[in-house]
């Protein structure tokens, strides 16, 4: 039997794969691969989540069956859906779904054992998704030509039901940026009519993660949105378009133009760690939203500036990121990064000392960051080549020396050491610790003793 699909999976999950195909055969039922795991496979790359669709078989004899065998999460049960238990395995039975309303939400979902493996792949979102494969037989059922597609490097919509989530614009663009594929004329035509303002935070920002996380080329993601018609809906990334920079410094064009080269040239330098590549890449994408605002012809000169873009593009960015997630940490991390993106350079030709480094590092709480960030920034200019990074070389190297390249200094002198002195709780503590610890990035004092004999003199300075 050839393994075509389960040669792509971890050896573990292949044998659990079909063991599963296996009983529930046994049962009088059929188990297929579908989706990511069968398109990953025949894009060669590694699979770790298998999705099986069961055919045949009602939830309880598909739990009864496969219950002595696995550990079973059921959670999902009503609607037909179960988890096998440490196999990062999905079972699912085929379900019929219709719409009744605008929202995400606005669906009616009955299982149906008995529905035929075309009907319901014509409920996915696109061909290269619709495919299915028989472990056992190792039979492809492609009714949507999904293979051909891959081939080809096409992405089609497979049905009208298409149009019943607005989300698979986002999924096509990160499949795009994630398999380099064209997208056919009429599934852009069937975008541009969907409207995702009736879609929750939470599902965007899982398909911009997907694209700054795996997108090999993100700006070809970004250039379906804008062909969908669909930046209206990102008015931050709609003022890039067209937005005219100085062309001595930028060739490339506008500002749209260099934040895709810079999005592009960042996914060629991801570090593989899930959080840094998303804090970096998020900076990216918005590090030049501050210049449609600050942008003007000197008449002078004739030169196009953008004065304070970095801080300007600031309060843009979050309202950009609002849009997709109330998590704290990301705008903790990621605005510090775009009000920065132009320090590293800037202290470089300054040949600026420690103190302004610890400055920077307590601002953007990891150098390393920032400068991968300046990086993309710098790499983001064609025909411009690149082929040297002075200016990061340089700032990482005294941030190591400082011992601050991966984080914010800590501040040496705490609330206890004030309370030592006989201190008492209250506004002027508090401003006394926040002079102290500015002092440190200053280099007043480098360690506990000599932070100690700075605060006690700091301390009956302001006692006398």
């Known amino acids: 039997m050839t393994l075509t699909v389960l040669d792509n999976i971890a050896p573990k999950q292949r044998k659990a794969c079909m063991q599963v195909a296996e009983l529930l055969r046994d049962a009088g039922g059929r188990a297929l691969l579908v989706g990511g795991c069968v398109r990953d496979a025949l894009l060669g790359l590694p699979c770790k989540d298998v999705d099986i669709e069961v055919y045949g078989l009602s939830p309880d004899h598909v739990e009864s069956t496969l219950k002595p065998h696995f550990r079973l999460d059921t959670v999902g049960r009503a609607f037909g859906v179960f988890i096998l238990k440490g196999k990062e395995i999905d079972l699912a039975l085929p379900r019929r779904e219709s719409k009744t309303g605008p929202k995400h939400t606005d669906f009616v979902v009955e299982g149906d054992p008995d529905m035929k493996p075309e009907e319901a792949a014509a409920r996915r979102d ?36 298409f149009g019943e989530d607005a989300l698979r614009v986002l999924r096509g663009m990160q499949f795009i940026a994630r398999f380099l594929l064209t997208p056919a004329p009429e599934t852009i035509k069937i975008c541009r009519e969907l409207d995702p303002r009736h879609l929750p935070a939470e599902r965007l920002w899982e398909e911009w993660k997907k694209l700054i996380l795996k997108g090999q080329k993100p700006s070809a993601g970004l250039e379906f949105l804008h062909a969908c018609d669909w930046l209206q809906y990102f008015p931050e990334l709609e003022a890039l378009v067209g937005c005219e920079q100085d062309p001595h410094w930028h060739p490339e064009g506008d500002v749209w133009k260099h934040t895709l080269h810079c999005l592009d040239a960042y996914a060629r330098n991801r570090i593989g760690d899930e959080w840094e590549d998303l804090i970096v890449g ?3 994408l918005c590090h030049d939203f501050g210049k449609p605002t600050t942008s003007y012809v000197d008449e002078k000169t004739g030169r196009i500036r953008s004065p304070r873009h970095d801080v300007q593009g600031v309060p843009v960015a979050r309202t950009f990121l609002e849009r997709m997630t109330r998590q704290k940490k990301v705008f903790e991390e990621v605005l510090p990064l775009v009000e920065q993106h132009m320090r590293p350079l800037a202290l470089y030709r300054d040949g600026a000392g420690d103190s302004a480094v ?3 590092a307590a601002r953007v709480k990891r150098v390393d960051r920032l400068t991968r960030v300046a990086y993309a920034d710098k790499c983001g200019r064609p025909p411009i080549e690149v082929d040297s990074n002075p200016e990061g070389e340089w700032l990482l190297a005294k941030a190591k020396a400082l011992e601050i390249q991966d984080n914010a200094p800590k501040p040496i002198l705490l609330g206890r050491h004030l309370l030592e002195l006989g201190a008492k709780p209250g506004p002027t503590f508090s401003r006394m610790l926040d002079d102290a610890y500015e002092a440190q990035l200053d280099g007043k004092f480098h360690d506990e003793a000599s932070g100690r004999a700075y605060l006690r003199k700091a301390y009956q300075n302001h006692s006398a």
Do not use: K, M, Q
């Open 358 to 360: 610890r400055r920077l």
């Open 282 to 284: 998020l900076a990216v």
């Open 126 to 161: 696109f061909t290269i998704n619709a495919i299915a494969y028989d472990p056992l037989s190792d039979e492809w059922l492609d009714p949507f030509g999904g293979r051909d597609d891959l081939r080809a490097g096409r992405l089609r919509h497979v049905s009208a039901a």
